[in-house]
Each structure stands twice: as C-alpha cells, then as structure tokens.
C-alpha cells in the first residue's frame, strides 16, 4: 500500500520555530511560510530589511510539500499565447523573468543538498503538432533557441514535445530547510484580522509597515478581487518503483493531461486533475494509466496538489489592490510554484527596497481583469451561492461539494478545503466549518 504523503515530506526535516510570544513591531510582516514566503524573508534579510514571517502551522506544510518541483520557464504552450494576446515586450519579459529564477535557483543551491539537477523539459501534445510548431516558433521569435522533437522516453505515442534546455529540479524542502536557517519565523501564528497596520494572531499584535502576502490564495477579501480573479485547481501524483527514467521533465499541453519527472529511482507520474469542487480522474486515472505502461512497476508515494489559476495565466505579483497601498502579494502561480515564488521574491524586494525591477509591471495585479475566465468564475459563484444545501463554506458561502477519492469537503468557487470533521485544509477560508 502506498504511502499517502509526498516523497519530500517523506524524506525530509524541517527546522522548527517558536510560535510568537507577545505584541511585536517590523517592517515588514510576511504572511505565509511556503516556499514564496521564505525566499521573501531571505532576500529581505540579505538587504538588511527589518522583518517577520508568521506561519500559521509550520512551514512549507501546505502547497510547497505537495509541489512536484519542476524549475522551468516551459508553462505549456504560453508564448505563441502570449506573443497574440500581450504583445512581444510582455512576452519577452515573461520568458526573461523566468528564465532569470532559473539562474537564481542555481546559484543558490550550488554546493547546497538539495538534489538540483539540470534537466531538458518537453512539453508534449498526444494530437497536434502544430501547436508545438507555433510554439517554438514563439520562443525563437523571443530569442530562444526551441525546436519541436519526438519523445521516446515516453511510454505513449505522441505528436512531439517542444524542447528547452538549461531547466531544473531539485528537492524543495531540503533547499527550504538550509534557507530557512536563521530567518526571523514564527510558527503556529495565525493571523486573525488586520487593523490599521496591525495584524492581529492569537499570540500577541504584529504591528507592520509594509505586509506581504504569500499565503497561497490571498485572505483578504476587501481589496484585490481574488475571488473573482483565480480559482483554484488540484492535480494529483504517484512516485512509482521500477519505471523507466524518463530523462527530463515533461507535460501536456492540455492541462487534463499528465506529467513525468523522476527523482533518482522513482518516475513521478502527475495529472487526474480538476478544479477544485469538481470531480476528475484523481489517483485512479493515474493508477489505469501505471497498469497500462508500466506493467512492473509498484507505487510508492501517492499526494495531491493545489494550485491557484489566474484569469490570464500569469502570477499576480505586487500591489495587492490600488487601495492598499502598504500591502504586496505573490499569489496565482497557474502550476509553476517554484519558479514563480523566486520570481516573486525577487520582484517583491525590489518593491520594498523602492527599487525598480523590469518584470514587475507584467506581472501587477491591477492588471485589467477583463478575460474570458473572468465570466466563469463569476457563475460558478452565483450558481454555488443559490444552491439551497450544506454545508456551506466560511469563506464566502458557497456550497461545498465531498470529494470522496480524498475525503474532504472542498469548495468549487476558490478552492478552500476541509477535512470530513471540517478542519481547514485549504484557504482563502480562515477557520474550520462551524458544523451542527
């Protein structure tokens, strides 16, 4: 029987902090201790930066544990998206902005054990092949050198995979536990409210100057319109035993379709996803899709991961609204957490250290909201909010549907999750169900 609980957390010890003792005073508060959060404080405490990070249980226990740690600028076939929909400059700062964490990550994790390894990715399509023709002539067109290739690593036919080089892996909680050494965290804080730059917890007033959220999806209600902006999607994996080494990192085009990657003798195998509150192939797709392939092998690990999708496929990073001026966010990182919250931290810093970063205005959350995707979260609130059944969630009050292949009730408007006691698992709700 496998092992439900990802091969990180499986394998890794994180350093552990007080819980915060009494009222405090900062620059900058940090919300949030997933991997986004920690790079935030590193980078702060780098630049000489007064700051705190509060977590409300222990860090990276949420979407960083679950994450399958791909480090790439390769997110589907955005830049032939990008190229038609946000014009050339955009595009081109999107690719450079990824490329440059990349760099980042690489840098830090030199000498560091942390398993970084340099690996191709391939984003493949089972049916068109045009698709990744247009997408490698986007990323030519933006300066990089892409090509269309076949894939016989792979256990499937397809139509070809595009083809970056110089894109990464590594383990994420080992690179979260050496950063995490000696930044200023406070764990099992749990912000409550905020009043007039004070963020109110259970354990004492944190009162702040500049606060940066990085909370997964954004608490805050009153300013931003996350609610309308994102929801938010589950994907699942199983780490299996005696698959074949797939030698790069690989995903389909269609965002149904699956995943592979390996870490030293496990084949990571992701997909079976849907928005979160809806049904989806889960573990069971996967498992057909194991029997079918790869006959000899057995599962080892088996977890689930959540992610937060945007109206346009690009991370909100910055202002959290034009009416919260001393607040930041990193939220709507669209799949590509890892690669996103170093980006983000490095954008965020810029912002409080009032210096100007180049990528920032692609990715600023005041960007217009008007996009297609806008209309369906839109309705799938009002339709959730009219259904006369329970139980409802916290957050907003839509009603929350039983996922029964993990045994929890989650939330199809923006994703908050509860465990069938009505824990909270998932935010933006910020308390447990209040049952009868």
Request: proline residues 4%.
């Amino acid at each position: 029987m496998e092992k439900r609980e990802s091969v990180w957390k499986a394998q890794s010890n994180l350093p552990q902090f007080e819980r915060l003792d009494g009222s405090r005073k900062t620059d900058v508060l940090i919300i949030g201790g997933g991997m986004a959060g920690l790079l935030c404080a590193y980078f702060l405490q780098k630049a000489g930066i007064d700051y705190v990070l509060v977590e409300g249980r222990k860090i990276c226990c949420g979407v960083t544990q679950n994450t399958t740690a791909k480090i790439s600028a390769a997110h589907g076939l955005i830049y032939d998206k990008l190229l038609r929909q946000a014009g050339e400059e955009r595009a081109k700062l999107y690719l450079e902005a990824n490329l440059k964490a990349i760099q980042s990550f690489g840098e830090l994790c030199r000498g560091m054990d942390c398993d970084y390894k340099e690996v191709a990715s391939y984003v493949y399509s089972l049916d068109n092949r045009k698709k990744l023709e247009d997408e490698a002539d986007a990323l030519r067109h933006l300066g990089w050198d892409a090509k269309v290739v076949d894939t016989p690593k792979l256990p499937m036919q397809t139509k070809g995979a595009v083809y970056m080089e110089h894109q990464a892996q590594f383990h994420p909680l080992k690179f979260a536990a050496k950063i995490a050494q000696g930044l200023t965290i406070y764990e099992d804080t749990f912000v409550k409210e905020f009043k007039d730059h004070t963020a109110v917890t259970d354990r004492g007033d944190i009162t702040y100057r500049k606060v940066i959220f990085t909370t997964h999806f954004p608490i805050d209600n009153k300013h931003g319109l996350y609610f309308l902006k994102m929801y938010q999607h589950r994907s699942y994996v199983i780490a299996l035993e005696n698959a074949k080494d797939v030698e790069g990192i690989y995903i389909d085009e269609d965002m149904k379709g699956l995943s592979f990657r390996n870490d030293k003798d496990l084949l990571f195998l992701g997909g079976g996803s849907h928005r979160t509150g809806k049904q989806g192939g889960c573990w069971q797709e996967l498992k057909e899709f194991a029997h079918q392939y790869y006959p000899d092998a057995s599962i080892k690990y088996a977890w689930a991961a959540q992610d937060c999708m945007t109206l346009d496929n690009i991370p909100y990073i910055g202002a959290y609204g034009k009416h919260m001026p001393d607040g930041l966010v990193a939220t709507g990182f669209n799949k590509w957490g890892m690669t996103s919250s170093m980006l983000a931290a490095q954008i965020l810093t810029d912002q409080i250290l009032e210096k100007e970063n180049p990528y920032a205005e692609v990715f600023n959350p005041s960007r217009s909201m008007w996009k297609p995707q806008l209309a369906v979260n839109g309705l799938e609130a009002v339709v959730s909010l009219l259904t006369p059944s329970k139980p409802r969630c916290p957050h907003l009050g839509c009603v929350l549907k039983w996922n029964s292949a993990e045994r929890t009730w989650d939330c199809p408007c923006h994703g908050s999750r509860f465990d069938a006691e009505g824990r909270l698992l998932n935010n933006p709700a910020t308390g447990d169900l209040k049952r009868k």
